[in-house]
């Protein structure tokens, strides 16, 4: 039995990117229920309910030891009345009530489901859902006209819904040196997003894209995007053009936080013999295993039928291409490594505790009305008046 009075009273500074948060996590029975009740808010596609979800969440990640009671989060930012209602039923019961019915309902199992569709998001999943469309089953048999991203997404929705492991994450970043210097030698390949920080599963494979001279980087990606084509890596690509260096002198106030890299989203065909890892079982979306073809104990060719299909020798990887002028390097490294609580967070510190902008071209101060200048991480984190962060203490 724990003693109340005895129990640490934790503290936490108020923004995300002024803590370390590494990927251990003591509280991951809470943060679990925190982060199922935030993604069900983005699902519903109420975003500002999401983010207050995900803060509460993020506080619980970077404490150094499991919460045993209520009395120990006395101060702490970011934990709002819902949130601690959460967690008290977490801590009395084991698990959140709400967030498991969360899980239970079919609204949310649906809204799942079809957002797992690369190309869909809340607006258009609860569209169908309000027209009697719940399964992917049901998506296709409505004949409903779909983008050439859903199709693609819906073609490929096992592979791309799997977990890239890091192992997959390295084998295709060696395809995409190998495109990227065949068609710039002296380019250079920087894996982000969450590898960066560490994880050893993600969701996608992403990759930041520069050459140190600037300006050689310009009209870089349709080469990649062709070379990778033509050794036949790409399921599905769309690529969108730069448009941030479009303004006479220099770079435009960044209007909001989208940037404006040339930009690839994409679905690799990665090949078997390229993962790396030994074989396993294939875990169907519908959670049934099922052997491989070679697994077969009696050796037979197993039956096909419509809905078993023959393994395929490749997988599907979501990958995200960017490429940046080297100029905007520091900034576009940090603003896609992530994790998305940290960069907002980043963000907002920025804006209200600095006056100042940032975005992933650049860092403006709104009381100097000028860029301030950065060549690496750390100097921006100086910039903002921040200790530097490294990326594996970036996982808020
Ligand atoms: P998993 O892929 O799920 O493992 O996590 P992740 O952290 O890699 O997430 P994701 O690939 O979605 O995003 C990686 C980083 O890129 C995050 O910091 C995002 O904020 C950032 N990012 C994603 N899309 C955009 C975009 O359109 N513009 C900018 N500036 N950043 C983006
Ligand atoms: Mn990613
Ligand atoms: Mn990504």
Redesign the pocket.
């Known amino acids: 039995q724990i003693n109340e009075a005895e129990a640490m009273v934790f503290s936490v500074p108020n923004y995300a990117c002024q803590r370390r948060t590494t990927l251990e996590n003591h509280n991951a029975v809470l943060t679990d229920a925190l982060s199922l009740l935030a993604e069900n808010a983005e699902l519903e596609d109420e975003d500002g309910r999401g983010v207050a979800f995900r803060r509460a969440a993020a506080v619980l990640k970077a404490l150094p030891k499991p919460v045993t009671s209520l009395t120990q989060l006395r101060g702490l930012p970011c934990l709002g009345e819902h949130s601690l209602r959460v967690i008290q039923d977490v801590l009395e019961t084991g698990s959140s009530s709400e967030a498991e019915s969360t899980k239970q309902s079919e609204r949310f199992k649906a809204l799942k489901v079809l957002t797992g569709i690369f190309g869909v998001g809340p607006k258009t999943a609860a569209w169908w859902i309000r027209h009697g469309i719940n399964t992917l089953h049901q998506l296709r048999a409505s004949g409903h006209t779909l983008n050439r991203a859903q199709q693609a997404g819906l073609e490929h929705y096992d592979g791309v819904n799997r977990p890239v492991t890091k192992a997959e994450a390295d084998a295709i970043g060696e395809i995409v040196e190998t495109a990227v210097t065949s068609v710039l030698p002296g380019a250079q390949v920087t894996l982000?997003?969450?590898?960066r920080?560490g994880?050893l599963?993600?969701?996608?494979v992403?990759f930041l894209i520069t050459h140190p001279e600037e300006g050689r980087e310009e009209g870089l990606m349709p080469k990649v995007v062709s070379w990778l084509e033509s050794q036949g890596f790409l399921l599905y690509q769309k690529t969108t053009r730069n448009s941030y260096l479009e303004s006479k002198d220099g770079p435009a106030r960044p209007a909001s936080?989208?940037?404006r890299f040339e930009?690839c989203f994409s679905i690799f065909k990665l090949a078997e013999d390229e993962r790396r890892e030994t074989k396993q079982p294939e875990t169907r979306t519908d959670g049934v295993t099922r052997l491989r073809a070679s697994e077969d104990a009696c050796g037979r060719q197993p039956a096909l039928s419509q809905a078993d299909e023959e393994p395929k020798p490749w997988r599907a990887v979501r990958v995200?291409l960017v490429v940046s002028p080297i100029s905007q390097f520091a900034f576009a490294l940090l603003?896609?490594?992530?994790?998305?609580l940290?960069?907002r967070e980043l963000r907002r510190w920025a804006g209200y505790e600095k006056t100042m902008s940032l975005?992933?071209h650049a860092l403006y101060d709104n009381k100097q009305s000028r860029y301030l200048k950065a060549t690496s991480e750390e100097e921006i984190f100086a910039h903002l008046g921040l200790e530097y962060v490294p990326p594996s203490e970036r996982n808020a």
Do not use: I, Q, V
């Not at 982000?192 to 590898?195: A, C, I, V, Y």
């Not at 599963?201 to 996608?204: A, W």
């Not at 603003?335 to 998305?340: D, L, V």
């Open positions: 982000t997003g969450g590898f920080r994880k599963t993600g969701h996608d992403d936080n989208m940037d930009r995200d603003g896609w490594t992530g994790s998305k940290f960069e975005s992933s």
